[in-house]
């Protein structure tokens, strides 16, 4: 067993994310795990504590997640230092909100360009600290900056203390795809060559990038969703079973994985920017961001050679979903003379907003005619998932559990899959905002396709 950690740092605590995830994550730690040690805000505005505890109640309650037991256990663990990350009495003050603390979690919620800086800060914590540190997404610019980045991380903290967060990991869904398929004898079978046509996964946000202007035009879609989240589910759906008892199994099939994708070409890749992106606040008026992408990958290995794999991300589409779609082969002889719709087999796995794993088969229609029809099974169905990645995450970092964190060898294989095509200056093709995305998408999946589009989630009851 693992010691818990013993206080809990967040860095960015006036920030967007500890606005929009943490103060919910340390709400549902604190009343379903019993959290129960010393939170640090670190931020520098200059504010007070009763600032912070404002911010976070404002934060649960527009969140409508707002408990009134459990937020005043919360704030009544909440500490706060106001400071720079590079003036080293904010580290001192630290120290002293730290009290007899030997273990404390250190969550960087800050852009990965003051990681070095903070971890630097925090190696003056004092001997006899085994501190852990949390790191978002993205991880580095590209390879070189992430491996530079572990270097950096690596002078100060041992990497089974670091934990790189991508929260789709922390995903129920996410973690059904390796259940279902692990768990269950028939698909493995046929989780190959031989029986799959192609895979797709579709990442679809309704909303364009609201007020995160500054942040998304340093980013893009690349960076933002596809080398992190896109990357991880395709693993996990692409990987072999995990083998031996070594708590690091699926780790290790991951990164095998990833090692056999094949670097993105950029002739594979289409690049969209919504209609009106360039004038959100914060995005430069002639940006070449890409809003959206599509890509067509191979895996190079025995199982999945030859297998296209499409996946597209983008924002101002005309929904909000994200959904995998596995397309079977044709038996090898059409036995009835009929006319068989595209992906008519196959396996959905809807991971949001909604939770959908289906199979569609084709059974025959009753009648005279040996005609058929398209029909799903469906194996589970839920109106969302149950707990918040965030909570997970950030509770299994706090007892030292890594398996659900980006591990340094699996990042560097994400960013040399999409490495090549990071410095594409050319302007991306325009789309309009509620279509889904540039035409040259569809050209891209040609006759492997259409691209199957997610529908709305059903009405609730
Ligand atoms: C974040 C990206 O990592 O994931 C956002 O920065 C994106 O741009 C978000 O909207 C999507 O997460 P989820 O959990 O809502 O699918």
């Not at 914590?125 to 852990?132: N, S, V």
């Not at 893009?220 to 693993?235: E, K, S, T």
């Not at 009835?336 to 907003?353: C, D, K, N, Q, Y």
């Amino acid at each position: 067993m693992r010691p818990v950690s013993d206080a809990l740092v967040f860095f960015g605590a006036t920030g967007d994310l500890a606005y929009k995830q943490i103060f919910p994550s340390l709400q549902g730690l604190v009343r379903d795990e019993g959290l129960d040690v010393p939170i640090i805000g670190v931020a520098k505005a200059g504010w007070s504590l009763d600032q912070l505890k404002a911010r976070a109640k404002d934060s649960l309650s527009s969140h409508g997640c707002l408990d009134a037991k459990a937020f005043a256990k919360l704030t009544s663990l909440l500490r706060y230092v106001d400071g720079d990350y590079n003036d080293p009495s904010t580290y001192v003050r630290l120290r002293q909100e730290l009290g007899d603390a030997k273990r404390p979690l250190h969550y960087l919620a800050i852009p990965p360009s003051l990681f070095g800086t903070v971890a630097e800060g925090l190696a003056t914590l004092g001997a006899g600290m085994d501190a852990r540190l949390v790191v978002e997404k993205p991880f580095g610019r590209d390879r070189e900056s992430a491996r530079q980045l572990d270097r950096i991380l690596n002078r100060f903290f041992p990497e089974e203390n670091i934990f790189r967060i991508d929260h789709y990991l922390g995903k129920e869904p996410v973690q059904n795809i390796l259940y279902t398929r692990f768990s269950n004898a028939m698909f493995e079978p046929i989780w190959n060559r031989i029986y799959i046509n192609s895979i797709q996964i579709t990442m679809a946000e309704k909303f364009g990038v609201q007020d995160r202007g500054k942040f998304y035009d340093e980013t893009g879609a690349i960076r933002d969703v596809f080398q992190n989240h896109m990357l991880q589910v395709l693993a996990s759906l692409t990987m072999d079973p995990p083998t031996g008892e070594e708590c690091d199994a699926i780790r290790e099939q991951k990164a095998a994985l990833l090692k056999a994708v094949r670097p993105l070409d950029a002739a594979h890749v289409v690049r969209g920017q919504y209609a009106g992106y360039q004038s959100v606040p914060g995005v430069k008026s002639d940006s070449t961001i890409e809003t959206f992408v599509a890509a067509k990958l191979f895996i190079d290995s025995w199982r999945w050679a030859g297998v296209p794999i499409f996946i597209r991300a983008g924002k101002a589409l005309p929904l909000t979903a994200t959904e995998i779609m596995v397309d079977f082969k044709r038996p090898p002889r059409e036995s009835f003379a009929e006319f068989i719709p595209p992906a008519s087999g196959h396996m959905r796995i809807r991971i949001s907003p909604d939770v959908t794993i289906a199979l569609g088969l084709r059974v025959k229609h009753p009648g005279e005619g040996m005609q058929g029809q398209d029909v799903e099974l469906i194996l589970t169905e839920q109106e969302s998932a149950f707990m918040p990645p965030y909570q997970r995450l950030l509770g299994d970092a706090m007892h030292g559990i890594g398996d659900l964190f980006g591990r340094q060898d699996i990042v560097d294989a994400q960013w040399r899959i999409v490495d090549s095509v990071l410095n594409e200056n050319a302007p991306p093709i325009a789309y309009a905002q509620g279509s889904w995305g540039p035409k040259e998408a569809s050209q891209l999946i040609g006759t492997d396709g259409p691209w199957h589009n997610p529908l709305p989630a059903a009405p609730g009851p």
